[in-house]
């Protein structure tokens, strides 16, 4: 937030003493001595004040401390302002906070003052010595001058022409005369403002905007006191904020590291500031609901700031556009009003973030939304615009979106999906046009669906973690679904293949029987050509055998002798007869391997020639053939015939063996076919929880809208079980006849509204619209729409012939539908919007209500104030905005001063046409002058013409 200027937690302790007040200052070794600056060399000596100061500093950084006001009993006593230690303290400020690498503390000078109880004087931050005169001027001014403010040590109370200052005159001179502002005092001890009922008139008077506190949570009395709750402590108007401080004489900490009592920080307070001055602190008194955090336990205290985890838009920054100047806008984490006259261009900057976060092509956008779009898409020059938006998610890790071409990327980093990036970005914009259509009844049968789902959003907004869940169960169980719709398709597909293999079988079969009388005969005839050829093989596997002769003897002729070359080798007589032997040795192999083949040859002969029945062996397998052939012609057969009797037998047990396997496949399947009625339930219980989450959300809807004064009901939102009536007709159209001008395409839509009509009425006995017509159209006896019972066998033909298409509309969701009924303030009916009796003022404020009323991330809305009633936006509008703020990013382009004001905006921009272009005019919180200048211009057409309107309103 280097460039932001906005409001944010300031961790503040407004009531400390300093070693100024040595009697009640505990530590010694930061007393200060007597003198002060004691004299070296005849020069004043600072470096020992100055060094307790620069010690009294660093302890403020190290407690997190950022705001301190300085508030010693009646300032001090010494005359001389190089003497205040508060003088070192401003001095020493800047110098401290450069060796910290840590910015400046805020430091508002004061005293506190006795007027017959303690009261806090603050004033403007000091940076130089000259502030802490003025301050000791204003004490004198009092009645008190310096050397008079302390009697034997003993503090004076404030005393003017020798009577007791009233916290009237001290309002009067410290707030209305000097700029200051008055807290009274720990208020709630013993002599505090709030312990004595004497008091009340003090209490009344308006000017006193804070009180001190010592303890929290406050006692009951003091609860009810500033609650307004106490009869007696009556106050016109808004009664004061409360704050907790040290009332510090010490620096000591515990073992832990923790204040002690009394100590510098031991009890401290948040407030929402921009830059800390007297306007901020008053404005948060005011404001205190807002702008005021108090820490129950101080030693389990975080920084507000740190808390805000919720996603959000860091920043834009707009540069080479047509219509607005080069500017970067840091948000506030809470809410941001950009505001601006005519043509300033706040709406541009809104339509700029919705384009760089890839809002800009939802379906949640309208038509005129999307021509505005397109219209300020073109004020972006292609070659030179460039938008850039820092976003942070809710683990606080940062990107930065980049928009120069036509679509926006994430410039820091590599994304796998870009389009899921941008899709899942829980960032919701709005344009009044945008606010009118999400409730709008009369429009386009597209355009209502739309709505219908825009307005169910806004319900499923409260439930979305679990609404999500059962999305992808949802999703999950339909595929389950569908992949039995898939089986039970393959089941039909497999019957008929089991069919058709039945059908070869038993052809098979009989072909098989009808050959089966030559069967024997030809097996016999088969066994003898299997034992013929098996001799053949035998005999021509002698061949072998000599081919292994004839390699032995190639080997031994193939010898390649050394001859004389082995003369020249060392011991060449040795490898000469080396190679002799050698030689001798293939010789010896080769006759060897012919003699064994030669011997393997005469006794393979031998088994054939010497065997005694070999003959006759050898005449009945020449036979075998001559015989089969006359056993055929005796039965009437051909050879080839009986030849085909293996194929046959073959094809047989193939067909079989598929008859089997069909079956099997497909009593597998219909296992699992035989679920789907359960996983249909499962399916349908689904829906129901998805509806009884709606139920549950809008129940949560209706309790967050309820009116903030009198409690009462302001909306109340009711979910129907799929009653979307135009969702269905959009789904039913899908499944319409392809000739539409037969009779039952003629009254296809007819058919649709029946079908819508009667679940309706059958709600709490069919588990979902589809489910109970295919109930009616399985038995039309059951069917209880007589104009419906007259076409389900119309019906019946149309789905069996589309059988698949039927199947995806039983898995199609029919939507919940809402509706919105909005009360007056007296408790009557206004309107609903189905019955189309709303107003746009009214529907917007519904819509509206329940946007700020749903968690989520930014809600960006332009104008959201038009057309909407001027006493629900004080009332209810502006307390549901500084609720939401603190958990959810709003960000509005608004003309009306009640959500910047009221709503205590943490960031007002401020935009202004110069010479056709949107320059910056202002920024912050409204506790920066110019930003309340600009408002008063722009929001009320000036201070003065606000001034004339309060002084006609009566007050």
């Known amino acids: 937030m280097s460039g932001y200027r906005g409001m944010r937690w300031f961790k503040c302790d407004l009531q400390v003493q300093t070693p100024e007040d040595n009697r009640h200052w505990r530590d010694d070794d930061l007393r200060l001595g007597d003198p002060r600056r004691p004299k070296r060399e005849g020069k004043p000596d600072e470096s020992g004040i100055q060094e307790k100061a620069r010690r009294f500093l660093k302890r403020c950084h190290e407690l997190g ?360 970005l829980p960032v919701s914009f709005f344009s009044q046009q945008q606010l009118n259509r999400l409730t709008q009844t009369k429009d386009r049968a597209s355009d209502q669906r739309r709505q219908a789902q825009q307005l169910t959003s806004l319900i499923d907004a409260f439930v979305a973690d679990e609404l999500r869940q059962l999305e992808h169960a949802e999703i999950d169980k339909r595929r389950e679904i569908e992949s039995l719709f898939a089986k039970r398709r393959e089941v039909q597909s497999l019957a008929q293949e089991e069919k058709r293999a039945r059908q070869e079988h038993q052809e098979a079969e009989r072909q098989w029987k009808a050959r089966s009388e030559i069967q024997a005969e030809a097996q016999r005839h088969q066994h003898a050509k299997a034992a013929a050829e098996h001799v053949s093989r035998l005999r021509e596997s002698l061949g072998e055998p000599e081919r292994i002769a004839e390699l032995a003897r190639s080997m031994a002729e193939n010898h390649s002798p050394i001859g004389s070359a082995a003369a020249h080798w060392p011991h060449g007589e040795w490898f000469a007869a080396l190679d002799g032997k050698a030689e001798q040795l293939k010789e010896k192999f080769a006759r060897t391997v012919e003699n064994a083949v030669a011997s393997y040859k005469q006794e393979i002969d031998g088994l054939f020639a010497l065997d005694p029945v070999w003959p006759e062996i050898e005449r009945e397998l020449a036979v075998a053939d001559q015989r089969f052939e006359r056993a055929c012609r005796e039965k009437g057969l051909s050879p080839e015939d009986v030849g085909r009797l293996q194929e046959i037998d073959r094809q047989r047990l193939a067909t079989k063996t598929a008859v089997a396997r069909y079956q099997s496949q497909i009593t597998v399947l219909n296992a699992a076919i035989n679920d789907l009625p359960a996983r249909f339930d499962q399916l349908h219980d689904i829906w129901h929880q998805q509806f009884r989450l709606r139920a549950t959300a809008a129940d949560l809807a209706n309790d967050a809208t309820k009116l903030n004064e009198s409690g009462g009901r302001f909306i109340h939102v009711a979910p129907s079980y799929c009653g979307a009536r135009e969702a269905l007709q959009a789904i039913w159209s899908n499944f319409e006849p392809p000739d539409r001008r037969t009779k039952l395409g003629r009254s296809w839509e007819e058919i649709g509204e029946l079908v819508f009509d009667s679940f309706q009425t059958n709600v709490k006995s069919y588990r979902s619209p589809w489910a109970m017509l295919q109930e009616w159209i399985d038995s039309p006896g059951k069917c209880s729409d007589p104009q419906l019972r007259e076409r389900l066998v119309e019906l019946k033909e149309h789905v069996d012939q589309h059988r698949q298409a039927w199947e995806r509309i039983q898995v199609t969701r029919v939507p919940d539908a809402v509706d919105l009924t909005l009360f007056r303030p007296d408790g009557t009916q206004a309107g609903s919007i189905s019955d189309g009796s709303l107003s746009d003022g009214q529907r917007n404020t519904a819509a509206l209500a329940l946007l700020l009323a749903q968690d989520g991330g930014p809600l960006v809305i332009d104008q959201p104030e038009d057309e909407l009633d001027s006493n629900f936006i004080f009332k209810e509008l502006i307390p549901m905005l500084r609720g939401v703020k603190q958990k959810r990013q709003i960000l509005l382009a608004t003309h009306n001063a009640n959500l910047v004001v009221n709503g205590d905006s943490e960031l007002v921009y401020a935009l202004e046409a110069t010479k056709g272009r949107g320059t910056v005019l202002a920024q912050g919180g409204l506790d920066r002058p110019e930003v309340t200048r600009v408002v008063l211009d722009v929001m009320e057409g000036s201070e003065e013409a606000f001034r004339r309107r309060y002084e006609k309103y009566h007050f």
């Open 65 to 424: 401390l950022e705001v301190i006001g300085f508030t010693d009993h009646n300032f001090s006593n010494q005359a001389e302002p190089r003497d205040w230690f508060l003088t070192h303290l401003v001095e020493q400020n800047k110098r401290v906070a450069k060796e910290l690498d840590r910015p400046p503390l805020h430091l508002f000078p004061g005293f506190e003052a006795d007027i017959g109880y303690h009261a806090l004087c603050l004033f403007e931050p000091a940076v130089g010595w000259q502030q802490l005169q003025t301050v000791n001027e204003i004490l004198t001014k009092l009645g008190l001058r310096p050397g008079e403010r302390f009697v034997e040590g003993k503090l004076q109370p404030l005393r003017y022409n020798d009577a007791s200052v009233s916290l009237k005159r001290l309002l009067e001179i410290v707030q209305n005369e000097c700029g200051g502002v008055v807290i009274a005092a720990h208020a709630d001890e013993r002599d505090g403002l709030l312990s004595d009922a004497s008091r009340i008139g003090d209490y009344s008077l308006k000017d006193l905007f804070a009180v001190e506190l010592t303890s929290n949570p406050p006692a009951q009395k003091y609860r009810d006191i500033l609650a307004g709750k106490n009869t007696h402590w009556k106050r016109e108007g808004r009664h004061p904020g409360w704050i907790m401080s040290s009332d510090a004489k010490s620096l000591a900490i515990d073992e832990a590291g923790f204040p002690t009592a009394n100590a510098l920080g031991y009890r401290y307070s948040w407030i929402k500031m921009s830059s800390p001055s007297i306007e901020s602190l008053r404005q948060a008194f005011l404001d205190h609901a807002s702008r005021i955090r108090v820490p129950e336990n101080p030693r389990k205290d975080e920084n507000p700031n740190d808390l805000q985890k919720q996603a959000r838009i860091c920043s834009i920054s707009v540069e080479g556009v047509d219509f607005l100047e080069d500017q970067e806008i840091e948000f506030s984490p809470n809410m941001s009003c950009v505001i601006g006259g005519r043509g300033s261009g706040k709406s541009t900057v809104l339509e700029y973030l919705r384009m760089a976060l890839g809002k800009d092509k939802t379906e949640d956008v309208d038509e005129e939304t999307r021509v505005r779009i397109e219209r300020i898409r073109k004020t972006r020059a292609a070659d030179r615009s460039r938008i850039t938006v820092r976003w942070r998610d809710k683990s606080g890790t940062e990107d930065v979106i980049l928009l120069e071409g036509g679509r926006p990327v994430v410039s820091n980093r590599e994304l796998i999906d870009e389009g899921t990036f941008f899709r899942q």
